[in-house]
Structure formats: C-alpha cells, structure tokens
C-alpha cells in the first residue's frame, strides 16, 4: 500500500504565492511520475503539472506554464508545485497523483486526499 499525503494549501490574495508539497510513502519499487491535478467546484478534475523521475523532466498545462514550478525533492518520493502570480481562476482542490512500481513488475496508481487552494480579494 501506498500512502500520498498533500499538504500547503491555504487562502491567498491575487498576486500570492503558495508552495504545494506532495510525499508517497510505503513499500515503493520506484517511481515512474507525481504529477499535480486540481479540481474547481462544479467543473473536471484538470491537469496541471507532472514530473517525470527517469527523466528528470517537468511539463505543464498551458494554462500555467511560466507560472507554476513543479520539483523533486531531497527526500525519496517528494514533489513541490510552486503556485505564482495566483488568481481567482486557480481556487481549487489540489490533488497529488503518483504511479510508480511496487515490485518489478506490480504497478501502482495513487491519489492523495488534497488540499484546497482559494484566492481571494
């Protein structure tokens, strides 16, 4: 079983910042992405950004690319998405999803509980 755990959330003025933080834990192979979502009331569950661990590499929705920054952590299992130049449009439930192995050959799916993000003015 694996655990994933959000956490950084909280009310912000437009303009703020926020930094997410995302940690999975449990009998964990390797990782094979975390990857951040965000949900608004009344609509879908959206992209917006993901971490590629072979790679090293980040991508993101055109809706924040260049103000959104999604790294790996020190710590085994750890990403942080840094929220800039907030507005309105980015008040949402922020969910963590990390698939990985749990053996060589066993996969794994997980999403966290989330945490919300509400800008305001």
């Known amino acids: 079983q694996v655990q994933v755990v959000e956490s950084g959330g909280g009310l912000v003025q437009p303009g703020g910042s926020l930094r997410l933080s995302c940690t999975a834990s449990?009998?964990?192979?390797?990782?094979?992405?975390m990857a951040w979502f965000r949900q608004a009331p009344g609509k879908d569950r959206e992209f917006v950004a993901r971490?590629?661990?072979?790679?090293?590499?980040?991508n993101y929705s055109d809706s924040v690319k260049g103000r959104f920054t999604i790294s790996r952590g020190d710590a085994e299992a750890t990403v942080y998405l840094r929220v800039n130049s907030l507005n309105p449009e980015d008040t949402a439930v922020y969910y963590c999803?990390?698939?990985?192995?749990?053996?060589?050959?066993?996969?794994?799916?997980?999403w966290g509980q989330g945490t919300q993000v509400t800008v305001y003015s």
């Open positions: 999803n990390t698939r990985g192995y749990l053996t060589s050959s066993e996969n794994f799916d997980f």
């Open positions: 449990g009998d964990i192979f390797s990782i094979v992405h």
């Open positions: 971490y590629e661990w072979s790679t090293r590499s980040p």
